[in-house]
């Protein structure tokens, strides 16, 4: 199975402040990876996909990058609403394993 | 619009059964793979099964296989999950999400774009 792991686990950031969150594969999975966004109370909802692909109406200050094992989800300039735990996701394998999230809160 | 209503959670006994269901609205369901995601409380997102369109794959999380079943009926636009032989470990909000996939070259992107609300699902004596 493929194991997915984030970095780090939390982090305090402040409003317009860049923020990157890491996202590694235990295999290659070519760009095959996903990120969401989850508020408290709320259902995940698609950020990027297939590694670097903006979902629709989601703002451009949400970037992603990285093929193989190792993958970046980049805020450019954090907003309020932001504040949020982010996941990433595999799909190479049937088994669509999530990583752990990454909380980010206000510093 | 696009509508997923989970139903079907509940409080139940540990080693008893409980079936889930999904309904779909606001696109053609028989087009897309479906899936379950569950989340324990104050945990993060556990990936548990998913479905082709026309039921001809599907796969379980090892932490359920054996005791969960998934199904779907694309006539009545429905998504289930069979879970019997519950543990306390399986107690969580449960998800139904949909998958489309982004095609480009020999590539085949998929990524769940839609979620429901989620259906708690609270395993105890």
């Known amino acids: 199975d493929i194991q997915m792991t984030q970095s780090p686990s939390s982090l305090s950031a402040s409003v317009g402040d860049r923020v990157t969150i890491t996202c590694r594969a235990s295999q290659s999975i070519s760009s095959y990876l996903n990120w969401y966004q989850q508020k408290p109370g709320k259902a995940p909802k698609l950020l990027i996909y297939?590694?670097?692909s903006l979902q629709s109406g989601v703002p451009s200050r949400f970037s992603g990058s990285g093929s193989g094992t190792d993958f970046t989800l980049t805020i450019s300039s954090l907003q309020p609403e932001d504040f949020a735990t982010y996941y990433c996701q595999q799909s190479y394998s049937t088994r669509r394993a999530f990583g752990p999230g990454t909380k980010v809160d206000i510093k | 619009e696009v509508q997923l209503v989970e139903s079907g959670g509940g409080l139940v006994q540990p080693g008893r059964s409980l079936r889930l269901s999904c309904a779909a609205s606001?696109?053609?369901?028989?087009?897309?793979?479906m899936h379950w995601v569950r989340q324990a409380p104050g945990k993060g997102l556990e990936w548990v099964s998913g479905?082709?369109?026309?039921?001809?794959?599907?796969g379980y999380a090892d932490s359920v296989k054996g005791r969960f079943t998934i199904s779907r009926d694309n006539a009545k636009n429905s998504l289930y999950l069979q879970m019997n032989s519950l543990r306390a470990e399986d107690t969580a909000l449960y998800y139904c999400?949909?998958?489309?996939?982004?095609?480009?070259?020999?590539?085949?992107?998929?990524?769940?774009?839609?979620w429901g609300q989620g259906t708690l699902v609270t395993v105890s004596s």
């Open positions: 999400a949909k998958e489309p996939a982004f095609v480009t070259g020999s590539y085949r992107y998929c990524y769940f774009d839609y």
């Open positions: 479905i082709s369109w026309n039921s001809g794959s599907i």
């Open positions: 606001g696109f053609t369901f028989d087009d897309y793979a």
């Open positions: 297939a590694a670097s």
